[in-house]
C-alpha cells in the first residue's frame, strides 16, 4: 500500500480556486489509479474524480466537471486537484485515494489506501 497525505485545503470565496495536492509515498505511485473523493458533514462520502494510471484518462462527478481539473505527476508521486468556480455546495473534507485495480473507481471500495483528508470551505 502507498500512503497518502493531502495538502492545499483552506477556506475560499465562492467563485474562488484552491489546488489541492496528494503525496503518495513508495516506488509503485505510477501503478495506481488515483481519486479524490469528499464528505460533506451528515453525508456519505462522494466520488469527486479520478485519474488513470496513464495519466491521461480522467473521470468526474457530473457536479463538479468543468470546474475541477485532477492531475498526476509521477516522478513527483503527487497527484492534483485544481478546483475553479468553487461554490459553498463544495465545502467537505477532501480525501485522495490509491486504486490497484481495474475497476471503474467510482466507489470507496475499490480503493485501497486514504489520506488522513484536507478540509475545503467555501463561503457564500
Known amino acids: 500500500q502507498v500512503q497518502l497525505v493531502e495538502s492545499g485545503g483552506g477556506l475560499v470565496q465562492a467563485g474562488g480556486s484552491l489546488r489541492l495536492s496528494c503525496a503518495a509515498s513508495g516506488r509503485t505511485f505510477s501503478s495506481y489509479n488515483m481519486g479524490w473523493f469528499r464528505q460533506a458533514p451528515g453525508k456519505e462520502r462522494e466520488f469527486v474524480a479520478q485519474i488513470r494510471r496513464n495519466g491521461v484518462t480522467t473521470y468526474y462527478a457530473d457536479s463538479v466537471k468543468g470546474r475541477f481539473t485532477i492531475s498526476r505527476d509521477n516522478a513527483k508521486n503527487t497527484v492534483y486537484l485544481q478546483m475553479n468556480s468553487l461554490k459553498p455546495e463544495d465545502t467537505a473534507v477532501y480525501y485522495c485515494?490509491?486504486?490497484?485495480?481495474?475497476?471503474?473507481?467510482?466507489?470507496?471500495?475499490?480503493?485501497?489506501?486514504w489520506g488522513q483528508g484536507t478540509q475545503v470551505t467555501v463561503s457564500s
Open positions: 485515494a490509491a486504486d490497484r485495480g481495474y475497476g471503474l473507481g467510482f466507489s470507496i471500495v475499490e480503493y485501497d489506501s
